[in-house]
């Protein structure tokens, strides 16, 4: 093989090599290049025996390169597979499946029927992700209906109504209609009354042991062939305030024999001692059981199709008994698996979170640790990056895992191409409780014989934005790890090549090309006299160190790539430190 087919296979690789790695987002291999290869170039093909050897070392280059090196790179080698790679992330893959009977319907109408006990954890956006995503693609309805009937043991927090509302919009939807249940207790009354004149509940004061017992063998309890005036006048006086909790509830009259116990005479309405916190709902003590209650919003809300946990099947079946008293028909249901979501130790639930936050081991909803939408908001994620995850688990009945790195990958996609690039040189690590041992120390080292500063871009892809004025000065900070044996040189990155002499680092006459062919190391640091300090909390703990001084001019809520650290969102800068959160890699 002579040097310049040599030159021209190593070219070919290289271009391959850095395609595959992007477009997998993993390391490239020799195997998965080689038919590619030597199927497009038949004059490689006599040569096949060597061509692994002189690929192999450009692989591996390649893949020492971090992304943004390899875009860089592509788009220098073949700029046409670039926009290749950026034209299939357009691709709009729709997974979900249709929605049964969609054409029997005018207009396709579902709700998300929220709890307000406490913002939502990452879970929770499945739901208005997916019939967001519905409502967009029939031009349907997404309607919002707080189920906030419990308050005692699911007891709603005032404040997360509205926080609720605009995780939706984080999120990227806007609700045709707003509802909360506690707002519609005298519909639900009327329709109780109804349901009396029909026959079908009656009140009863059965001991709850005593009722499960007679349920459970088949058997009626004595109050279930009452007269309807008797009941009437006792569902009038729960409604009156009369009883105490415990004393008497409404049942559904169902069939009491029924082979599942569970759908046999459910209740309806019961008595709650607990004023409602809302000053709106405050004054009533008889309220409505979930069941009860949702479904008769969702018809006459027109919801035409409900999503619900595969575990909660037994609830159209109750509320099948109601809806057949009325004569109404009952809306399609999806029922689909749990969702996990993985990467994180706290588990996602309401009242664990809430609990952590009481005892002070979270700093709050969206202490970065919590698997929660506000934490994840805080971090620079963007709603959409969530919406397109969840979408993507599809509506099947099995359990589903929500990996976050398809999260940081989606969220990666919106935000590299906005996202200035800053120096950030971590100097040491908080593991708030964590157990993570990540230890990290920035040393000075002066710099002789180079420019007084450095003048790296805004953005590699991005010339128009403009550069970034670092003075160099007499000295920089690295991390440890970043210095290299005495006699060796580093790149600082955006200033260029030096030599370590033991003591300082010389400036050298060379250009980029040692970096590829020399494999000398391209590192980040920050001026040791100009900076900004910089607490970085992530889901392990908090990462402090220096940036770049442009980082105070960073606004709040922008996000920001620190170079060889990954996408942060500015949070704040106070008086003794700037605080940014760590979004991925
Ligand atoms: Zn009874």
């Not at 999120?171 to 109804?194: C, I, K, N, Q, W």
């Not at 990467?343 to 009242?351: E, F, G, L, R």
């Not at 990290?440 to 500063?453: K, L, M, R």
């Not at 920089?476 to 200033?495: F, H, M, N, S, T």
């Amino acid at each position: 093989m002579d040097d310049e087919l040599r030159e021209r296979v190593r070219r070919e690789a290289e271009t391959a090599a850095l395609f595959n790695a992007l477009k997998h987002g993993s390391d490239a291999q020799v195997g998965a290049i080689m038919g590619p290869l030597m199927g497009e170039n038949p004059d490689f093909r006599p040569h096949g025996d060597e061509i692994p050897g002189v690929v192999a070392p450009v692989i591996e280059d390649v893949n020492a390169m971090d992304r943004e090196e390899k875009r860089e790179r592509l788009a220098e080698l073949a700029p046409e597979r670039v926009e290749e790679l950026d034209a299939e992330d357009d691709e709009d893959d729709q997974v979900l499946p249709d929605l049964p009977h969609a054409d029997d319907y005018d207009e396709i109408r579902m709700r998300c029927a929220p709890n307000p006990n406490g913002p939502w954890h990452i879970g929770h956006a499945r739901m208005p992700a997916v019939i967001g995503t519905y409502a967009e693609e029939y031009d349907g309805e997404f309607i919002v209906r707080f189920d906030d009937t419990d308050p005692e043991t699911k007891r709603p927090l005032l404040w997360a109504y509205d926080e609720i509302l605009e995780e939706i919009e984080y999120l990227g939807f806007e609700p045709a209609e707003v509802y909360r249940a506690s707002d519609r207790l005298e519909t639900y009354y009327e329709h109780a009354r109804e349901l009396i004149e029909l026959g079908g509940a009656y009140t009863c004061s059965c001991p709850a042991g005593e009722f499960s017992e007679l349920k459970n063998s088949g058997e009626a309890c004595p109050h279930r062939e009452k007269d309807i005036e008797t009941v009437r006048e006792e569902f009038a006086a729960m409604v009156d305030g009369k009883y105490d909790s415990g004393e008497m509830v409404l049942r559904v009259k169902t069939d009491i024999e029924h082979k599942n116990p569970a759908l046999r005479d459910w209740v309806a309405f019961r008595i709650i001692d607990t004023p409602h916190p809302r000053e709106e709902a405050e004054q009533y003590r008889c309220w409505p059981m979930l069941d009860f209650q949702s479904g008769v919003d969702d018809h006459l809300t027109g919801v035409t199709h409900i999503i619900r946990g595969i575990d909660l099947q037994d609830s159209a079946k109750r509320q099948q008994f109601v809806y057949d008293y009325f004569d109404w028909d009952y809306p399609e249901v999806i029922h689909w698996g749990h969702v996990q979501v993985d990467a994180y130790d706290v588990s996602m639930s309401t009242s664990t979170i809430r609990e952590l936050i009481d005892a002070g081991d979270l700093d709050g909803w969206d202490d970065p640790r919590a698997p929660t939408l506000p934490s994840v908001q805080r971090r620079g994620i963007r709603g959409e990056a969530i919406v397109d995850a969840m979408v993507e688990l599809g509506t099947s009945t099995s359990n589903v895992d929500l990996a976050m790195s398809s999260v940081y990958s989606n969220n990666r996609d919106l935000v590299d191409d906005e996202a200035p690039r800053q120096f950030f040189v971590r100097d040491g690590f908080d593991d708030r409780g964590s157990g993570a041992d990540d230890a990290y120390a920035a040393i000075e080292v002066p710099v002789e014989g180079g420019p007084d500063s450095a003048s790296p871009p805004v953005h590699p892809e991005h010339e128009d934005r403009g550069e970034r004025d670092i003075p160099v000065a007499d000295g920089v900070l690295i991390e440890e790890e970043d210095l290299p044996a005495v006699g060796e040189r580093v790149w600082l990155k955006g200033y260029g090549p030096v030599r370590y002499d033991g003591e300082r680092l010389a400036f050298l006459d060379a250009d980029i090309d040692v970096v590829r062919e020399e494999g000398v190391d391209v590192v980040h640091w920050v001026p040791a006299d100009d900076n900004v300090e910089v607490r970085l909390r992530t889901m392990d703990g908090d990462v402090t160190g220096y940036a770049e001084p442009g980082f105070a001019d960073v606004d709040a809520d922008e996000v920001v790539q620190f170079v060889r650290v990954g996408f942060a969102r500015c949070d704040r800068h106070d008086a003794d430190e700037s605080v940014a959160y760590y979004a991925h890699p």
